[in-house]
């Protein structure tokens, strides 16, 4: 299974960007999905998942209202739209995936099996 993340780069307060995530190899309809961020010198931090099982979607109390997490099963893509970015949302966004559904299993990085390689947003104030 590999996951490929793209989509960030540069963009002023107030702007937006969609990232998106590639999955190959597996069965992408029967997992869920999440993306988590991690700033310079801090942890990575849960943003967004939507479940499998009954496409539950789940946010971060940071980013809920500004972002939306979704999903094209035909593609084998999962989608991140950030609108009103603010500086604090620069971070390197990962896309991961997770065989569990629940809301507490899927804001936990260990329940993620894969992970993208990471593509970096940079909000300018």
């Known amino acids: 299974v590999q996951l490929q993340a793209f989509g960030g780069g540069l963009v002023q307060a107030g702007g937006s960007l969609r990232l998106s995530c590639e999955a190959s190899?597996?069965?992408?309809?029967?997992?869920?999905m999440g993306w988590f961020r991690q700033a310079p010198g801090k942890v990575r931090e849960f943003v967004a998942a939507?479940?499998?099982?009954?496409?539950?979607?789940y946010y971060s109390d940071s980013v809920k209202g500004r972002f939306t997490i979704s999903r094209d099963n035909a593609r084998n893509t999962v989608y991140l739209q950030m609108n009103s970015l603010k500086p604090e949302d620069t971070a390197v966004y990962f896309c991961?995936?997770?065989?569990?559904?629940?809301?507490?299993?899927?804001?936990?990085?260990?329940?993620?099996?894969?992970w993208g390689q990471g593509t970096l947003v940079t909000v300018s104030s």
């Open positions: 991961a995936r997770s065989g569990y559904y629940t809301h507490s299993d899927l804001t936990s990085p260990v329940k993620y099996d894969y």
């Open positions: 190899g597996g069965t992408f309809r029967v997992y869920s």
């Open positions: 939507k479940s499998y099982r009954d496409r539950s979607e």
